[in-house]
Every structure is written in structure tokens, then in C-alpha cells.
């Protein structure tokens, strides 16, 4: 019976999709995903972004700024399928939310506005789900919209993203007149009536017949020179099968050669069934991923979606509600059951789970259990955060968690009454739990309490939360950059004797280091900043006193000599040291190091770096100078500028310190019908005006 049971359950995988949606701000996400509950029969009314009526932009916030805010979980069934949808933020400022999402998700739809095709940040989330490796499919979205060019939006894609495109439909009628798409696969035409929410299928239009042939002659073509199997079929006949084609077309969307492309208009309703039936065509199950791997102690581990498995899970979001906290789990392995006992990895305790819901955004379905490739939330875990792996106690293993950004804009934050202070203090420590992105610490120098953050909507939202979720008066101070320091030039051969002697033990370590910038492209991209090994020789530092040499290195990075701000970008190599029989320890290297490293940056060519972003600002043709001197007075450098039907797009790399309070700005330059969006870019040398 069990044997029978786990078949059941194995064979029911293939019929999961664990996707997310993934876009630019405003480029349609929120309305794909509230068109795909319609269609599913999830929803029976159709929820508008500009009417605040989504079903996951549920957050008060959220409908007050008619933006995606906080990543939402949705389930519904299409074909026999279940998929289980997370609906992404498109903000810069959210991108964490996106990362964590992308780490526990098997295939993602990317949505494109079909006017402005590859935007910032469209572009910022393909990569991050470049590095997660997980399969795309591409939905050219509005259509219906003036100016609207699938052919164009495929060579942004194509040219901005580096991927092959694999147009897969072709739009019948422009702009307003769009009412369908022919099926390139079948050769049918899907076309959709006006009022109507389904598609009627026919022939395809005489005056398309030439086009689609072309397209559907160039889609075989592309597909056989990525896929051996289809090459064959192309080589001995000529042409490919449907059948042959759509096998290719699934094969390239797992191994991310090519990305199949649809399009449509969602706020019509125009494009969203296709759009399903791709997903359950293309997009992976839970079967199709490689097995999750994990550690334990030095030894790596790979656990496969089998139900039968010992249970592994990662813990990729939490959120306290008014009936309790919710934890958000992606199951890799195993079954988990109501009731029972897991054990938190990373903080080495048990945690009882106490309920198991299925998830539609802010409305639950209690179930009795969840298995491999479910994304569920539990009801129990006190004190399990974001990024935990949660397992069977008799069979613990720890998952990678997703990586979090550091935070590049800080605000001081008081309660308005003093009688408040710990109840501020609780709230933050709270939002901090919920966001691992947000950090929170008092300032040694002010006393301040300071929150820190992606950016400054990131915290402006962080302050509302407190204010309404918790009923707290909040004042927020102006906010700051977090700067850094990076060495230019270093020096060889600094020696640093530190010697001890108080009565007892004594303290002895001898330290000779060399500090330099750090210049590999490799390590650079990787995001790696530090980089200590040792050259020592003939064992005059043990192994160990070289590992605690190199956690005084690392304490000392935290300030450096300019503003005391951390340093980054740093090699240190320890050459040489000389112990004491009796008076040398571990304390005694690290401390030597921490002092070595500090006087070596002292001595050292130091620079201050500031963040900077890359600006796309949308204005008005006659708005375009004041714009671009006011960009000037900001100390951006503008790389670009593209007419637009009637609206010029200008791209600006600008100091982040420089951009508080710029959305009014812009607005009042132009009478309101001004736009930006922003991308972190990374780090930049600040002028010797600036100061931390």
C-alpha cells in the first residue's frame, strides 16, 4: 500500500509547476497573474491593478501605490496541472524579494511590455534568474497599447538579454485592432472577440497565411540549429513535426538555450490561455530539476524530489499576521504532516508544525500534508527566519539560503513618544525577521536606532508597516548612503609585533603582511571583496594562527582609515610571523592581525566609493533639457537617449546620495508626466568633497 501510495504521489509530480512571475515595475505581472486565476477558475472576477482589487497585491500599501511590494503565493490548476505561482515585486528597491523567490522556484514567466520590450530592471531579474539557472519563457505583453511591436520587443530580447528568442505566435492586428495570435506550432488561429473571455480557433487569415509560414519556416530553422534531434528530423525531411518541434522547444527552455516567446494582452484578457498551456508545456516539474544539494559538515548531499525521501525544506519567506506567523516553505524531499516535529539546521532546534496551508495570497486552505516540489506555509515555527532549511531530525542537512544584498540607504528611526521606544524596537526587530534585506543597529557614536535598506522606498515602506501594522508614531531622519573604501595602492612588508605581559599569561604573535588591491575580474564578479592566503613557509605560523590572523584581517575591514566605513576590495598575504613557546595563542594572532591590517590601510592609498544606479527616465520631449541639467547638477553622466512616440528615454549613471526626493523633482519638471526606475550598478569613486 505505502509502495502504491509513493507511485501516486511520484507520478502526481509531473503535473506540479512551481513558477514565478518576473518583470520591470508596470510591466504587467500583477495583471498576467490575476488574468491567469480567471482563467483557471481560481477567481470569478476579474481583479484591477489601477482598482486596488488584485488578489496578491492584497498589502494596503500595495493597492495605495499600485505597485508589487511583497512577493505573493498562489495556487491553481490548469489541464490536470497545479501550479503554484509567486507573484514577483518589479521595484529595484524589492529585488531580494525576487531573489529569495527565485531560489526556490522551477521556471518563471518573464513579462515584457511590448512598447518598451528589455527595461532596467526586466533586465536585472533575467540575470538573477541566470545565476538560479532557472527555465524561462518569455509573454510580450499590451498589445493593445500605441506604438506596441512584438518584432521589436524580440530584438531588445535578443540583443539586451543574450538569449536566443523562439517566437512561437504571430499578433493578428496592431495596436488597437489586436484581437489574436496565430499558433506557429499548429498553424491555427486563436482569436478573441470582443467581451468574450475565450478564444475561437480557426484558419489562419488569408493575409497572414505568407507571414506565418516565414515565421514558422525561421522558428524550425533556429530550434534545429540548437537541437540534435530536431537537426535530424530537419536534415531528412526538410520541415519538423509539431510533435518533434514542441519536444525541441521544451528541451531548449530546461537547458536556458532559448527562451519561447508568446504575446498577448493581458488587461484584455487576449493571450493568457496559450500562456498556460505553454507553461504546462514547457516550463519543468518538480521531476525535470536537478536534485536539491545540501551539506552536512564537509560532505555534500543531493536530495531528489521523492516523496519518500527524508524531509528537506527551505524556509524562503516570513510573515506575521494577525492569526499568527506564517512561514513559507519550498519542499525539496519527503512529506511533511501535521503535527509533526522538523528541526531548524541553523539554529539547532526543534519546531513542531502545527498547521499546513495552501496559499492564495492572503486567504488559506488547510491541509493535512505536503510533499516534494509543494510550496506550502506552516503555522508552528516560532523562531525559524528566512533562508533556514528545515529537515528530519533523524536526517539533517543544510540547504544554501538565498543570498542577501547589504543594504545601501540607512534612516535614523525614534519613536514620537519616549513610553514607545520598546515597542519600536520589537516592531523593527520583527520587520527585520520578515525581510532579511532591512538590518537594524544602534549607532555606537549617536545612540540613534538606524534601519537600513535597499533604498529609499524600501524603507518609506518599512516605516508605514511600523506605523500601521503596530500602531506607532515614527520619526524617520534623512537618509544615507553606505559608502566604502577601497584600497588604490598598498604596501609590502609591514611587520607587527604584538607583545602582552600583564602578570599571567602572556600575548605573543609576530605578523609580516602585504596588502594589495584586489584586481581579479573573476573574483570581482563573483562578488568577492576579500581575499587573505598565506605564503608562509617552514611552518613559522601554524595553521591555526594563520586562520586567526585572518579573522583579525576581517574584523578590521569593518572600519577603514577614511571615514571609517568598511573596506572592500582588499588581497592580504601573510609572508611571514615568528610564535612564542608559551605566550602565543589564537587571541594573540587575531589581535595581530586585526592591528597589522589596520596600520597597513593607514598606510596605504585609499579611495572613497559611493553607490551609484543606473537611471531610465521617461519625459516629455519638451521637458528633455531640464531634465538632463538637472541630471548634471546631480552628478550623473548621461550614456543615452531614445526618441520614443512623442517621449525621449534617457539613461543616466547617478550617485544614489543624489537621487532623495528626485521623483518630485521630475514630476514638477514635467507637469507630472515624467517617469524613472532605477538598477543598483554597484560602486563608484567619490568626489574629495564628499565625506561619510
Known amino acids: 500500500m505505502r509502495t502504491e501510495q509513493h507511485r501516486q504521489l511520484t507520478s502526481a509530480l509531473t503535473d506540479v509547476r512551481n513558477l514565478g512571475i518576473l518583470a520591470h515595475v508596470d510591466a504587467g505581472k500583477t495583471t498576467v497573474t490575476e488574468r491567469i486565476l480567471y482563467a483557471t477558475g481560481t477567481t470569478h472576477k476579474r481583479g484591477e491593478v489601477h482598482d486596488g482589487t488584485t488578489i496578491t497585491d492584497f498589502d494596503s500599501q500595495e493597492r495605495d501605490r499600485g505597485i508589487t511590494i511583497f512577493a505573493a503565493a498562489v495556487s491553481c490548476t490548469w489541464a490536470g496541472h497545479r501550479i503554484n505561482l509567486i507573484d514577483t515585486p518589479g521595484h529595484v528597491d524589492f529585488a531580494d524579494e525576487v531573489e529569495r523567490s527565485l531560489r526556490v522556484l522551477d521556471g518563471a514567466i518573464a513579462v515584457f511590455d511590448a512598447v518598451a520590450g528589455v527595461e532596467p530592471q526586466s533586465e536585472s531579474v533575467w540575470r538573477q534568474a541566470d545565476r538560479h539557472a532557472v527555465p524561462r519563457i518569455a509573454f510580450v505583453n499590451k498589445l493593445d497599447r500605441a506604438g506596441a511591436d512584438l518584432d521589436t520587443a524580440v530584438t531588445s530580447i535578443r540583443e539586451r538579454l543574450h538569449t536566443i528568442p523562439l517566437v512561437v505566435q504571430l499578433p493578428i492586428g496592431r495596436e488597437e485592432q489586436f484581437r489574436g495570435v496565430v499558433d506557429l506550432l499548429r498553424m491555427r488561429a486563436l482569436v478573441w472577440a470582443d467581451g468574450c473571455d475565450t478564444y475561437e480557433e480557426g484558419d489562419v487569415p488569408s ?3 505568407g507571414e506565418a509560414q516565414r515565421r514558422r519556416r525561421l522558428l524550425e530553422e533556429t530550434v534545429a540549429e540548437l537541437h540534435p534531434a530536431a537537426l535530424e528530423e530537419f536534415c531528412a525531411r526538410s520541415d519538423l513535426s509539431e510533435r518533434t518541434l514542441a519536444a525541441a522547444l521544451r528541451d531548449l527552455t530546461h537547458t536556458g538555450e532559448g527562451v519561447v516567446v508568446l504575446c498577448g494582452s493581458a488587461y484584455r484578457n487576449r493571450g493568457v490561455e496559450p500562456l498556460l498551456e505553454a507553461v504546462v508545456a514547457y516550463l519543468p516539474s518538480p521531476l525535470d ?51 509533526e516535529t522538523v528541526l531548524d ?13 495552501r496559499v492564495q495570497a492572503d486567504r488559506h486552505v488547510d491541509v493535512d500534508a505536503a510533499v516534494a516540489g509543494d510550496i506550502v506555509a506552516v503555522i508552528g515555527p516560532k523562531a525559524v527566519r528566512a533562508g533556514a532549511t528545515l529537515c528530519a531530525p533523524d536526517a539533517p542537512l543544510v540547504l544554501e539560503p538565498p543570498t542577501v544584498a547589504d543594504p545601501v540607504v540607512s534612516v535614523a528611526v525614534e519613536a514620537c513618544r519616549s513610553t514607545d521606544t520598546e515597542r519600536l524596537m520589537a516592531a523593527l526587530v520583527r520587520l527585520a525577521e520578515e525581510d532579511p534585506s ?26 508605514e508597516k511600523i506605523r500601521r501594522a503596530h500602531g506607532l508614531e515614527v520619526r524617520v531622519g534623512r537618509p544615507q548612503v553606505a559608502y566604502r573604501e577601497r584600497v588604490v595602492r598598498g604596501v609590502s612588508g609591514l611587520v607587527y609585533r604584538h607583545v602582552k605581559q600583564d602578570g599571567g599569561a602572556g600575548q605573543f604573535a609576530h605578523v609580516v603582511i602585504d596588502v594589495e588591491p584586489l584586481e581579479d575580474e573573476n573574483d570581482r564578479a563573483a562578488g568577492v571583496e576579500f581575499v587573505f592566503r598565506s605564503a608562509v ?4 605560523v601554524p595553521q591555526e594562527y594563520v586562520r586567526a590572523v585572518e579573522a583579525g584581517c576581517r574584523d578590521a575591514l569593518l572600519e577603514g582609515p577614511i571615514a571609517g566605513h568598511p573596506v572592500t576590495g582588499v588581497r592580504v598575504t601573510l ?3 615568528a610564535t612564542h613557546p608559551r605566550d602565543s595563542s589564537e587571541m594573540a594572532f587575531r589581535t ?33 533639457g531640464g531634465v538632463l541639467g538637472d541630471l548634471a547638477a546631480r552628478r550623473g553622466r548621461v550614456s543615452g537617449s531614445t526618441a520614443r ?3 525621449v528615454v534617457i539613461t543616466a549613471t547617478v550617485p544614489l546620495a543624489e537621487l532623495f526626493g528626485y521623483a518630485t523633482r521630475l514630476r514638477s519638471r514635467t507637469q507630472g508626466r515624467g517617469t524613472f526606475t532605477t538598477r543598483a550598478t554597484g560602486y563608484a569613486p567619490a568626489p574629495a568633497s564628499v565625506s561619510g
Open 207 to 209: 493575409e497572414l497565411r
Open 645 to 647: 512616440a512623442g517621449a
Open 537 to 540: 613557509v617552514g611552518g613559522r
Open 345 to 357: 539546521v541553523s539554529a539547532r532546534r526543534s519546531e513542531r508544525v502545527g498547521r499546513i496551508l
Open 575 to 577: 609572508t611571514d610571523g
Open 592 to 624: 595581530a592581525g586585526r592591528f597589522a591590517l589596520r596600520e597597513a590601510l593607514r598606510s596605504s592609498a585609499m579611495v572613497l566609493l559611493e553607490p551609484v544606479v543606473e537611471v531610465t527616465a521617461t519625459v516629455p520631449d519638451e521637458a528633455v
Open 438 to 463: 532591512l538590518a537594524v543597529r544602534t549607532d555606537s557614536e549617536t545612540g540613534q536606532t538606524v534601519l537600513s535598506g535597499m533604498g529609499e522606498l524600501h524603507l518609506e515602506v518599512a516605516a
Open 289 to 339: 530539476v536537478p536534485p536539491v544539494r545540501g551539506t552536512l559538515g564537509d560532505a555534500v548531499q543531493e536530495r531528489a524530489a521523492d516523496p519518500a525521501a527524508p524531509f528537506a525544506a527551505l524556509a524562503f519567506k516570513v510573515n506575521a499576521t494577525a492569526t499568527g506567523r506564517l512561514t513559507y516553505l519550498r519542499v525539496y524531499s519527503g512529506t511533511i504532516g501535521k503535527g
